[in-house]
């Protein structure tokens, strides 16, 4: 049995545990930014494809003990590098650390590479070209205060770019941390489902994915495709029962709602490229004029942060604005708005039913919670 590291949003490590058990793996253990769990090939193969949550899936090759860069190199150089893949594959070396003593990671990064290219001229005589921006194989390392661990990894680019954005916007929200905060609000079909500042779409795609049972990797290539053990066989089987689980594409109770009528193209060019064109409903509306279709549902939120001055002001000017519509017109709705601005739950006036700490790549942010009943939310 492998040993494997799923990274992670930080904040989305229980879910993605819970994901990864599903699939089948085996020892699962959260760690802060991931979950270390243990399976075969085919798992790692499984990962890549179904997980909605990870960002990447490492398989863990080497660890040792070490005091200095020289101890690095040398337990780098003793792994079995050529076995691994090709010495035609160019490689990066990124690597990680808490509390290590070194003074770079640099160096680190270096000696790694060095090592490994080492490895290859003495088994072949040839070593593999570095290539940082688009390489076919990724060497991880993570350093504690004495121990290195090295890892191959086989995702290839992040498990976030499913292989569908066409338009971004100025910041998208990451697919998989979008799809994890549909995961902590409990949201499934056919509970209706509205992100009335839903920008180039997203939490829309996501969602329409998730309940059409689309596989998030279907479309995209992945590292573990590009190493010496690759079994094809196994891939194009997983691959084909992903495939014809899909289910055909239909009208959700998925509705998506932007003032700008530019941010809303982007999501309707997102959601064709994803090939969920017809899955959702959106609509050019002001969150502040907006109705709620339905009775009761979800509503998910990433509204702007505000980096500028001038943002800020508005923000201030607008977040009471939005309490307002939420306690008038969406009683009988659970709203879930993700913010790195943490004055938002004094401003908006209403009471927070709950706070989970969640990141945006670097930026921290709050997802909150707001239980929207007619009458009773009011701040005192």
Not at 77 to 100: C, E, G, H, M, Y
Not at 137 to 144: G, K, M
Not at 184 to 209: I, K, N, R, Y
Not at 263 to 282: C, H, S, T, V, W
């Amino acid at each position: 049995m492998e040993k494997f590291f799923a990274t992670c949003p930080k904040g989305l490590e229980q879910v993605l545990a819970a994901e990864l058990g599903t699939l089948g793996a085996h020892d699962v253990k959260t760690i802060d930014g991931g979950v270390a769990f243990a399976g075969d090939h085919e798992l790692c193969y499984c990962a890549n494809l179904e997980s909605r949550v990870a960002s990447r899936v490492l398989w863990q090759v080497g660890q040792a003990k070490y005091r200095d860069e020289q101890d690095i190199y040398d337990a780098a150089r003793a792994l079995s590098w050529p076995r691994w893949f090709d010495v035609r594959r160019s490689i990066r070396v990124n690597v990680a650390a808490i509390k290590s003593p070194l003074k770079s990671l640099d160096f680190a990064t270096l000696r790694i590479k060095d090592a490994a290219c080492d490895a290859f001229r003495a088994a072949g005589g040839r070593r593999p070209d570095v290539d940082t921006a688009a390489p076919d194989v990724r060497i991880h390392a993570f350093l504690t205060r004495d121990e290195a661990t090295f890892y191959l990894d086989t995702s290839g680019e992040a498990l976030f770019k499913r292989g569908w954005r066409v338009a971004g916007g100025e910041a998208p929200l990451r697919e998989n941390l979008a799809a994890g905060i549909l995961r902590l609000a409990g949201w499934a079909t056919p509970t209706p489902l509205l992100d009335p500042m839903c920008g180039s779409g997203t939490f829309l795609v996501e969602a329409a994915m998730t309940a059409l049972d689309v596989a998030p990797g279907l479309y995209r290539p992945f590292g573990f495709e590009k190493l010496e053990n690759f079994d094809a066989g196994k891939w194009r089987m997983l691959h084909e029962k992903a495939q014809a689980r899909r289910r055909p594409v239909r009208p959700l109770p998925i509705y998506g709602g932007d003032k700008s009528g530019n941010m809303l193209k982007l999501a309707r060019e997102n959601l064709e490229a994803a090939g969920f064109k017809d899955a959702a409903q959106l609509k050019q509306v002001d969150v502040l004029e907006s109705s709620p279709p339905a009775s009761s549902g979800i509503m998910v939120m990433n509204p702007p942060y505000g980096e500028r001055l001038a943002g800020q002001e508005e923000l201030a000017a607008f977040y009471p604005k939005l309490g307002d519509t939420l306690k008038k017109r969406y009683a009988g709705w659970t709203a879930y708005i993700l913010s790195a601005d943490m004055r938002l739950p004094k401003l908006i006036g209403l009471a927070a039913s709950k706070r989970t700490p969640l990141y945006n790549g670097a930026l921290e942010c709050r997802l909150f919670e707001y239980r929207l009943v007619s009458g009773s939310m009011r701040r005192k």
